[in-house]
C-alpha cells in the first residue's frame, strides 16, 4: 500500500521559469491538501482539494500560484514565474474524506530557485 | 495562528519515557487533538489523536485532561530515532488544513 507520493523530490528553476509539483494521494483518498515549509520554519497550510473541486485555497498567495485535482491522475501545484522566495519544501496531503481521520504526508518536494 | 502552545525544545535520556506537552486552553467542544511529527526534513508524521478520551497506539500515548485544556504525549521508550519536531495540533477533524507551530523539538541522547 504504497504512500503518497510526490515528485520530483527536487526541482531547480531559474527566476522567471514555471514550477509544476505532482502529488499522487494514498489509494482510496479523495482528499488533498498541500503545505509549505519555508527553510527554518513551519509548515503553512496552502490549499486543499477534492477531485475536480478547489474547497479551500486561503493560504495559497493569489498570483503565480495554482492546484488542481483532476478527476484522473494526480493533484498539480504550479508555481509561475517563480522567483526566489519561492524556494522551500512543499509538501503534499492526503485523506479518505471528511469526518475524523489523520492526514498521511508526502516526503515533499524541495524547490531552489535559482 | 496556531491554537496550541508548546515547548520550544526539551531532552530525553534514550529508554526513558518522553513527556511533551501541549496547551490549548481556547479548544473547543468539537475540535480535536491531533500530533504529528517531523523528523529531520521528512514529511509529517500522524502519530496519534483524540477527543477527550485517553487514547494509545503502537507509537504513542495521549493523554487529556477532563476540561481539555491541555494534553500530553507521551512515548513510552525513546529511542534516538524519535528525535523530531513535535507538533500539537487542534482541528475540528474535517478539512483538515491544519494549522502548524512551531512546535517542540525533542533531542533524545544517549
Known amino acids: 500500500n504504497a504512500g503518497v507520493m510526490q515528485n520530483p523530490r527536487h526541482l531547480v528553476r531559474r527566476r522567471g521559469q514555471e514550477a509544476r509539483l505532482r502529488c499522487s494521494p494514498m489509494?482510496?483518498?479523495?482528499?488533498v491538501y498541500w503545505y509549505r515549509q519555508l527553510p527554518e520554519e513551519g509548515l503553512k497550510f496552502m490549499v486543499y482539494?477534492?477531485?475536480?473541486?478547489?474547497?479551500?485555497e486561503s493560504g495559497m498567495p493569489k498570483e503565480r500560484f495554482s492546484a488542481e485535482f483532476p478527476k484522473e491522475g494526480p493533484s498539480i501545484l504550479r508555481i509561475q514565474q517563480v522567483v526566489r522566495g519561492d524556494s522551500a519544501a512543499y509538501f503534499c496531503?492526503?485523506?479518505?474524506?471528511?469526518?475524523?481521520?489523520?492526514?498521511?504526508f508526502g516526503q515533499g518536494t524541495r524547490l531552489t530557485v535559482v | 495562528d496556531a491554537k496550541t502552545t508548546q515547548p520550544p525544545s526539551m531532552d530525553c535520556a534514550e529508554g526513558r519515557a518522553a513527556n511533551l506537552p501541549c496547551n490549548h486552553s481556547?479548544?473547543?467542544?468539537?475540535?480535536?487533538v491531533y500530533w504529528y511529527r517531523q523528523i529531520h526534513s521528512q514529511g509529517p508524521q500522524y502519530i496519534i489523536h483524540?477527543?477527550?478520551n485517553n487514547e494509545t497506539n503502537e507509537m504513542a500515548s495521549l493523554i487529556i485532561t477532563e476540561d481539555r485544556k491541555s494534553s500530553t504525549l507521551i512515548l513510552p521508550h525513546a529511542t534516538l530515532r524519535d528525535t523530531a519536531v513535535y507538533y500539537c495540533?487542534?482541528?475540528?477533524?474535517?478539512?483538515?488544513?491544519?494549522?502548524f507551530g512551531p512546535g517542540t523539538r525533542l533531542s533524545v541522547l544517549p
Open positions: 481556547t479548544i473547543s467542544g468539537n475540535e480535536y
Open positions: 482539494l477534492q477531485k475536480e473541486n478547489i474547497i479551500d
Open positions: 489509494k482510496g483518498h479523495s482528499h
Open positions: 495540533i487542534v482541528e475540528k477533524g474535517y478539512g483538515q488544513n491544519f494549522v
Open positions: 496531503a492526503s485523506s479518505p474524506g471528511q469526518g475524523v481521520n489523520e492526514a498521511f
Open positions: 483524540g477527543l477527550k
